[in-house]
């Protein structure tokens, strides 16, 4: 089990950027995955970004070109530049770790992080 730890979430306009940090401790050498989820007021959670142990990056149709998912194994997070954020964007933000441990397979996540774009 991994424990997630997020940051970076706020208030800005629109075209402006944010970057959310997410922190992970515990058995951090379980995980295989990593990324964050947002859910809008009112609409059903969405993947966003998503980074797997080699190192593949993948993302949702409407932030691709505009979000960038990264990670510093050094500290053990995993961050996601936002640029050029639209109203669209605005959503509790949520970091998530699939871990695998002897065969069992866990996706942990954390606490979410408010953004919030104004027009």
């Known amino acids: 089990q991994v424990q997630l730890v997020e940051s970076g979430g706020g208030l800005v306009h629109t075209g402006e950027s944010l970057r959310l940090s997410c922190a992970a401790s515990?058995?951090?050498?379980?995980?295989?995955?990593t990324g964050w989820y947002r859910q809008a007021p009112g609409k059903e959670r969405e993947l966003v970004a998503t980074?797997?142990?080699?190192?593949?990056?993948t993302y949702a149709a409407s932030v691709k070109d505009r979000f960038t998912i990264s990670r510093d194994n050094a500290k053990s997070t995993v961050y996601l530049q936002m640029n050029s954020l639209e109203p669209e964007d605005t959503a509790v933000y949520y970091c998530?770790?699939?871990?695998?441990?002897?065969?069992?397979?866990?996706?942990?996540w954390g606490q979410g992080t408010q953004v919030t774009v104004s027009s």
């Open positions: 980074i797997t142990r080699g190192g593949t990056t």
């Open positions: 515990g058995s951090t050498f379980s995980i295989v995955a």
């Open positions: 998530y770790a699939n871990t695998e441990y002897r065969m069992t397979l866990q996706r942990d």
